[in-house]
């Protein structure tokens, strides 16, 4: 309170008119009723403050957001429409008024969720509020919600007819793909700490924040996939696709954008028809691409040609610039040096598909699977053969941390992995001791520390 008097006491000595005084006076009680959560009562100074001096602080346009949203949420009607529409136009001004400090993808989202989550306007003007974001700045609308409304309201107007089931596919591509981006991201950020972790060096609590941070960003982007594959639902599946793209496939045989979309819907769905070997030839005849490579070696291994497969599959490999495109092809090549029993060959190309997308937890996975396979095979004592599992416990527990939809599978074969380790007796009686190394031979190759039992 004497802080406020001060204030303004000085302000009623420097006179009402003075331009700067005045909004320094109003800004700074608003700003302490914002802090103190006292929303009424910043709620009528903040707006002055907008209205007056838009360019006084960015802090303005901070503590107005908040206010605003407190008042949405206690408002009903006719005076909830107006805070929503009060803080669009505060959105809007605060890129206006500083574009070096506001980022256009965050804004536009912020206003397309708004638009969604109150059903302000019709569905098309919905869309096309998070398509301003995609379009405007694609780099920042980063929303998981966000990008999950972008997907939904497109299949309502499919639904509703205002838009063809390929509008659907091209939304689920473009959000599916933006995903895949973020997804490598946070596994990017989260992969150097947990390396770190594993050396046995603690996280400072900074990095501690940003694990946490990047770990639930993932368990985000995997709950809007899952939600995205549900909406999508039957429209994707080989009974409804192959019917389309058949009626149009000798008019369209030679159309290489056609031929591309035909094929990447198919390949993704595992569609074992004869139109999608049509299809994957012509556009490997047209234009050899990544895309029809891989399918091609889809078809291939499908007929039971597992070597024409596999090289169908590395030129895909060397085609692919996408990362995640080309680690899916990784895996799929690792997958079928591990079902022929070519283990260091499998985790050569697994390792191949986590480098070019770290998020790939199953690659992870199916390394631990060879290891624990392996266990027998690859030690000279009962004691070290039993370690293996603490190695193949390693692998599980780093594929639950960088893929969240893999961790409840995780956490179940980490327990069990242990289970067959060696015990606290175990270690006693070789030896040994919690941090001791221990090599583990043949092809596996690699160093597991006991762990603190």
């Known amino acids: 309170m004497k802080a406020r008097f001060i204030v303004l006491l000085s302000a009623v000595m420097l006179g009402s008119g003075a331009y700067a005084q005045d909004c320094t006076t109003t800004a700074a009680l608003a700003y302490d009723d914002a802090k103190a959560k006292n929303y009424d009562a910043a709620y009528e100074p903040l707006m002055t403050v907008k209205k007056d001096c838009p360019d006084y602080s960015l802090a303005t346009f901070q503590y107005l957001e908040r206010v605003l949203k407190y008042k949405i949420e206690n408002a009903s009607g006719e005076e909830k429409t107006k805070y929503i529409n009060e803080l669009v136009d505060t959105y809007k001004e605060r890129l206006q008024n500083y574009p070096e400090k506001t980022k256009k993808g965050d804004v536009y989202t912020d206003i397309a969720l708004l638009k969604f989550t109150h059903k302000i306007g019709s569905t098309e003007e919905r869309w096309e509020a998070f398509d301003k974001a995609y379009v405007e700045d694609k780099e920042n609308f980063t929303s998981p919600k966000g990008l999950y409304a972008y997907f939904d309201l497109m299949v309502n107007m499919q639904d509703s007819g205002d838009r063809e089931l390929q509008d659907v596919f091209d939304i689920y591509d473009r959000v599916m793909a933006k ?3 973020e997804e490598i991201y ?60 058949e009626k149009d496939f000798e008019a369209k045989k030679e159309d290489v954008a056609w031929l591309k979309n035909a094929n990447a819907r ?146 179940a074969t980490v327990a069990a992995y242990n289970g067959r380790a060696p015990q606290k007796a175990d270690v006693f009686q070789e030896g040994k001791k919690a941090g001791d190394a221990i090599q583990i031979g043949c092809w596996i190759g690699e160093t597991v520390r006991i762990p603190q039992l």
């Open 186 to 245: 946070e596994a990017e950020r989260l992969q150097s700490l947990i390396e770190k972790q594993d050396a046995g060096e603690d996280l400072t609590s900074k990095e501690q924040k940003t694990a946490q941070i990047a770990e639930q960003r993932l368990t985000n982007f995997n709950a809007v996939k899952g939600a995205l594959n549900t909406k999508l639902g039957v429209r994707a599946d080989c009974d409804n696709l192959v019917p389309i793209y």
């Open 266 to 411: 198919l390949s993704a769905k595992d569609c074992e028809d004869p139109l999608f070997f049509k299809i994957s030839e012509a556009l490997h005849e047209l234009e050899p691409s990544a895309a029809s490579a891989y399918s091609l070696g889809q078809l291939a291994e499908a007929d039971g040609e597992r070597a024409k497969a596999l090289e169908y599959y590395n030129e895909a490999a060397e085609l692919e610039k996408d990362p995640s495109d080309k680690a899916k092809i990784y895996y799929r090549i690792g997958k079928n040096y591990q079902n022929s029993g070519s283990f260091s060959q499998a985790r050569n190309f697994y390792r191949k598909t986590v480098n070019a997308k770290p998020s790939y937890g199953r690659a992870y996975l199916n390394i631990a699977s060879m290891y624990a396979e392996s266990a027998n095979n690859c030690g000279e004592t009962a004691f070290n053969k039993r370690a293996v599992y603490w190695l193949a416990a390693e692998y599980v527990a780093k594929a639950g941390r960088v893929d969240p939809s893999l961790s409840n599978h995780a956490n």
């Open 179 to 181: 995903i895949d981006e």
